[in-house]
C-alpha cells in the first residue's frame, strides 16, 4: 500500500502530475482542488495516494489534502462510482460544496458535473448522506458565517447524542435542518427543528 509520494513536480496538468522520486517518475491522477494547490515543476510536492488495482487497470490518484482523500474513498465506496467519477465530482465541487449538495439530498447539484448522471447523483446522496460532516457542509454553504456557527451546530449535534441519537443519527437531523433552515442562528433553534423532524 502506498501511503503518499514525496518528490519533485516533475510534470503538472489539471489531471494528473508526475512526481519524481528516489530515480522513478510517479504519475498520479489528481482532482482540479489539488492541481491549484501544487507548485510549479521543479518544485517539491507531498500527495497522499490511492492505489486503484483493477482486472484490466491499474492506477495511482493523488490529493494534496485528507479531506480530498477521505471524499474520494466515500465516492468509490458508492456501487457504480468508480475511481474516475469519484474526481470528477472532486474536480467539478469542492468538498464543502458537495458536502452540502450530499447532506440535503441535492442530487441536481450532483448531476450538473460532467459525467455524473441523475441516477448516480441520486444514489450517492442516499448512501452517503449520513457519513458527511453538518458542520462541514455548514461551513461550506454559508463561507465565514458558517465557521463562526460551527461550534453551535457541534453543541447541538451532542445535544441530540446526549438525548439518546446515535451521531449519525444526529448529523443527519442537523444536516437535513441546516437544509431546510438557513437561517438557523443558535443551538437551540436547530435542535428544536431536528426534534420536530422526527
Not at 80 to 100: D, H
Not at 113 to 141: F, H, Q
Request: hydrophobic content about 45%.
Amino acid at each position: 500500500m502506498i501511503a503518499y509520494i514525496r518528490g519533485t513536480i516533475a510534470e503538472k496538468e489539471p489531471t494528473r502530475v508526475v512526481l519524481e522520486a528516489g530515480g522513478v517518475g510517479y504519475e498520479l491522477l489528481i482532482p482540479l482542488s489539488t492541481y491549484e494547490k501544487l507548485g510549479g515543476v521543479g518544485q517539491e510536492a507531498k500527495l497522499l495516494a490511492y492505489h486503484a488495482v483493477r482486472e484490466d487497470d491499474e492506477a495511482l490518484y493523488g490529493f494534496a489534502a485528507e479531506a480530498e482523500k477521505a471524499m474520494f474513498m466515500k465516492l468509490t465506496g458508492v456501487s457504480g462510482v468508480g475511481p474516475k467519477i469519484a474526481l470528477a465530482i472532486l474536480s467539478g465541487s469542492g468538498i464543502g460544496e458537495l458536502s452540502l449538495a450530499i447532506a440535503s439530498g441535492n442530487a441536481k447539484r450532483i448531476a450538473a458535473i460532467k459525467g455524473v448522471g441523475k441516477k448516480t447523483a441520486e444514489k450517492i446522496c442516499v448512501e452517503l448522506r449520513d457519513k458527511v460532516n453538518a458542520i462541514e457542509a455548514l461551513a461550506a454553504g454559508k463561507g465565514d458565517r458558517g465557521k463562526a456557527a460551527a461550534p453551535f451546530v457541534h453543541d447541538a449535534i451532542l445535544a441530540l447524542g446526549a438525548l439518546g441519537f446515535a451521531d449519525e443519527a444526529a448529523n443527519k437531523m442537523v444536516s437535513q435542518v441546516l437544509a431546510a433552515h438557513p437561517e438557523a442562528a443558535d443551538t437551540e433553534q436547530i435542535i428544536r427543528w431536528a426534534l420536530k423532524s422526527k
